[in-house]
Each structure stands twice: as structure tokens, then as C-alpha cells.
């Protein structure tokens, strides 16, 4: 009889299931008090479900592929990293739209950003000691996935004024051991977009540190909300200011399908060892079981790239929360991009602050679990109609603060 503990699961995978996140447990318990006080009621800030559908082109292409593609092709498995021609059509709009020179042999299709990351810190992290430099406030699944890649996650906080990166802090945080540097702009959650001259800068560190070590360091750009930008034409992309680039794209925000699960990696064509990173991404892939991604979607993908659900929706919703979140007194970062508000909480816990929200039925995420303190996130991917209709609720909980 061997004594070796015999185990029914994964540790790491059962805390991960048995735990949940933050923003979904908030979501949960609003849908249960929707039914309890009605929808109307419950004043939903919680989730990045986008609320603009998409526009006409998804569902006309679709219908047009059903009615004039042989369904064993339609639905059919295509290549493991995606089929060529959609792939090729990709590069070409990016190296139109960007002014860059990228490869559709370099793009592996997958299932949105989630997969694009997870199979991209699978492909590149090689040892346990590999550190991979996130920016708080950032999205909780990358400490997620960085981990269960065994990857090390390094955060470094953001500026407090404006959330941008603290260049010095950054400069400080690499090291020999630095894998990966992952950004994320237009962010979840603050809604901050860097400039082409926060790029710039970002750049100049990381190929004078790739110097001082003498090995690549990544840039990972994770950008599903790439096109959702109210202030600028577009936001500069990566592989044109940094070699060692590789972008994790999704189709599920900016044109709002995010049940598809439709999305893409590129590794730069400029990447040291390109040929050989890609491999890597397309065995992560393999092992993972993220190979073929959804077919019909990515035969609609060429008819589609370059279009965007009708933005000006939220930024009216942008435009007018900020505003009267302002005028009752809120201290908020302004957002330039994706659908996201981060506002300072009245105390020093966010937690609390979200807490006492309830009781005001308004659901916002508390910035904890961003890894970043004293905030909360909101998503204004809603009606216009719940929002006006929320104001007063943010108005009695300030005024409950106010009068302390
Ligand atoms: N990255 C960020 C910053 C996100 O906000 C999200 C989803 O909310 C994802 C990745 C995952 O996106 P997808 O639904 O395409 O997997």
C-alpha cells in the first residue's frame, strides 16, 4: 500500500472554482435583488457586458455564410492556429490601419482575450523563478493566469493623480528575471489610455533593460477594448514603437460579442525569434485544448474588421455619469477609453464603501480586487435610462458620508 495522499482534484484549480471573483459574486447578487426589488430598482454598475449590440455587418454576414457555405466547411475544424486566409486578412488591416508589417503566419486565432493570454504566458514562461510586470489597477484574472502558468507576478503600482505608469517605479521593478511586461490600454478598470508618448517612454526602458540583461523582455499588449477610444483617433499600437511585441486581441468588446469567444495573438514580425516564439504560442495552444477557435466567427472576421459598435452611446454615457458624479461632489479618473469609471470611495475601504452602495442598490466593483485601494469600478455599459435614474442613489450615499 503506497502512502502517498491521494488527492481528487487540483488544489489551485479547486480555490480558484470554490472562490469566484469579486465582480461576479456583485453581479449574482444583483440579479438575485432584481427579482426581489425588480430590475428597475437595482442600479447595476457591475459587470463589462457590453450594452451597445453589434452592428448590422455581424448578423448579415453571418446570415449570408449560412445560406452560401458548404456547412461541412462552415462548421468544419479549420487549422489548429486559425485558417490562413482569415488570419492573412488581419494582417492586412492592421499593417493598413497601423502603418505596420505583420504576417498573417504570426496570428494564432483563439477564444477572446482570455485564451490569448493564458496560452500566451503558457508559451513564454520557462522557469519558476520568470516574473511577469503587471500595472495596478489591472484586471484580476492576469494574477490568474500569470500564476497557473507559474509565472511570478510583479505589480507596480500606478501614478495616484492619473493612473498612468510611474516610469521610475517600473525602471526599478525589472530584473534579470523579468519575463514580461503586460499592459492593457484602453484599461479595465480605470478607463486610462496611454499616449503614444507613454508607449514611447514605456519603450525606451524596456529595450535598455533587455540590454542590461541581455535577453528578450515581452511586451504583452492586452487589448480588447482597443477601438473604444473617445479622445483620439486610435491608440498607438505596439508593434511600431517595440520589437518584442505581442498583442492578445479580442473581438468581444469594441463590437460587442463577447459569447463568441472569438480573438487573436500576434507575435511581431520584428519579435526576436518570432518563428520560434509563435511555435511555442501554438504548442501552448495544443496543450491547453485552445485549438480551432469557433469557426463560423472567424469566416466572419474579414467582412468585419474595422468596424465598431456605435461608441457614441457610451461616451454619452461617459460624458453625463462623470459630469453629474462631479457636480454631487465625486472625485473620479476621467476615462478616455473602454466602458469603465473609476471613482474614489468616500472612506478609506472600498469594500465598506461598495458595501454601503448596496443599501443604495447600486452594485460597484470595490477596487481591491484590482489590486489597487480606496476606488470603485464602474461599468457604464448600460442604459442611459439607469443611469439618470441612479443619480440620486449616489447623491443619498455621499450626503450619508457628508453628514457623518
Ligand atoms: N482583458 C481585459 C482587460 C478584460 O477586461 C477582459 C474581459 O472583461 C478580458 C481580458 C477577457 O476578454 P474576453 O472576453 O475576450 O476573453
Redesign the pocket.
Known amino acids: 500500500m503506497n502512502n502517498i495522499e491521494h488527492k481528487n482534484y487540483n488544489d489551485k484549480s479547486y480555490a480558484l472554482g470554490a472562490t469566484g471573483s469579486a465582480i461576479r459574486e456583485l453581479f449574482e447578487f444583483g440579479k438575485k435583488r432584481k427579482q426581489e426589488i425588480g430590475a428597475d430598482n437595482v442600479f447595476d454598475y457591475s459587470l463589462?457586458n457590453p450594452s451597445i449590440p453589434c452592428p448590422d455587418i455581424v448578423n448579415e454576414t453571418l446570415i449570408n455564410l449560412i445560406k452560401n457555405t458548404d456547412a461541412t466547411l462552415l462548421h468544419g475544424y479549420t487549422s489548429g492556429p486559425g485558417d490562413m486566409n482569415v488570419r492573412n486578412s488581419i494582417a492586412s488591416y492592421l499593417n493598413k490601419t497601423y502603418g505596420c508589417s505583420e504576417k498573417g503566419s504570426l496570428i494564432y486565432m483563439t477564444?477572446?482575450?482570455?485564451?490569448?493570454?493564458t496560452v500566451t504566458f503558457n508559451a513564454l514562461i520557462a522557469s519558476d523563478s520568470d516574473e511577469v510586470i503587471v500595472f495596478a489597477p489591472?484586471?484580476p484574472?492576469?494574477r490568474v493566469f500569470i500564476e497557473k502558468a507559474n509565472g511570478i507576478v510583479k505589480v507596480v503600482k500606478s501614478r495616484e493623480e492619473d493612473l498612468k505608469i510611474d516610469f521610475e517605479k517600473f525602471e526599478g521593478t525589472i530584473n534579470e528575471n523579468t519575463k514580461a511586461v503586460l499592459i492593457?490600454s484602453p484599461?479595465?478598470?480605470s478607463g486610462v489610455v496611454y499616449t503614444e508618448e507613454d508607449i514611447k517612454n514605456l519603450s525606451a526602458i524596456l529595450y535598455k533593460k533587455e540590454k542590461e540583461y541581455n535577453h528578450p523582455i515581452f511586451l504583452i499588449s492586452?487589448e480588447?477594448?482597443r477601438e473604444l477610444v473617445y479622445n483620439m483617433d486610435k491608440v498607438p499600437f505596439v508593434t511600431n514603437y517595440y520589437d518584442d511585441a505581442i498583442v492578445?486581441y479580442?473581438?468581444?468588446?469594441s463590437i460587442s460579442l463577447?459569447g463568441e469567444?472569438?480573438?487573436y495573438i500576434l507575435v511581431s514580425n520584428k519579435c526576436n525569434d518570432a518563428i520560434n516564439v509563435y511555435k511555442a504560442i501554438c504548442g501552448s495552444g495544443r496543450s491547453l485544448g485552445f485549438v480551432c477557435a469557433p469557426a463560423l466567427f472567424q469566416y466572419m472576421i474579414p467582412s468585419i474588421l474595422g468596424y465598431t459598435s456605435n461608441i457614441d452611446e457610451y461616451k454619452k454615457n461617459k460624458d453625463y455619469l462623470y459630469n453629474e458624479l462631479k457636480k454631487i461632489g465625486y472625485d473620479a479618473i476621467y476615462p478616455d477609453g473602454?466602458f469603465y469609471m473609476f471613482v474614489k470611495a468616500l472612506e478609506d475601504s472600498a469594500s465598506n464603501f461598495s458595501e454601503r452602495a448596496k443599501k443604495h442598490e447600486l452594485l460597484i466593483v470595490p477596487s481591491d480586487s484590482f489590486g489597487f485601494t480606496g476606488y470603485v469600478r464602474l461599468s457604464y455599459c448600460v442604459s442611459f435610462d439607469m443611469i439618470k435614474r441612479s443619480i440620486p442613489a449616489f447623491k443619498a450615499l455621499f450626503d450619508e458620508y457628508k453628514n457623518k
Open positions: 463589462g477564444c477572446g482575450a482570455a485564451a490569448s493570454l489591472f484586471f484574472e492576469y492593457n484599461n479595465n478598470p492586452d480588447p477594448y492578445c479580442s473581438f468581444s468588446k463577447p469567444r472569438i480573438g473602454a
